[in-house]
């Protein structure tokens, strides 16, 4: 019970930590940026750096959660009918 718990909690624990990291380089470039006067334009480059750290950090998380997805619709398909 507790297992399953877990697991299906998995991806939107996944996806809150995304979108925290997108907010947080996002703020954290526009007081970076505003301190050398381009406080716009550092916040697109901290979100662009926020994405790609996302997307190196997460991305295999977020495939082994596809792949988890994808064996579970597998086992659905195969199960006999009664």
């Not at 979108?19 to 954290?28: A, E, F, I, P």
Request: charged content about 10%.
């Amino acid at each position: 019970m507790l297992t399953k718990l877990i697991v299906n909690s998995y991806a939107l624990l996944i996806e809150i930590s995304l979108w925290l990291v997108l907010l947080l380089s996002l703020v954290g470039g526009g007081i970076i940026g505003g301190q050398m006067n381009a406080g716009f334009f550092g916040a697109v480059i901290g979100l662009l750096i926020g994405f790609i750290v996302a997307v190196v950090f997460f991305g295999g998380f977020l495939i082994l959660d596809d792949i988890r997805k994808t064996v579970r619709t597998i086992e659905n398909l195969k199960k006999p009918s009664v």
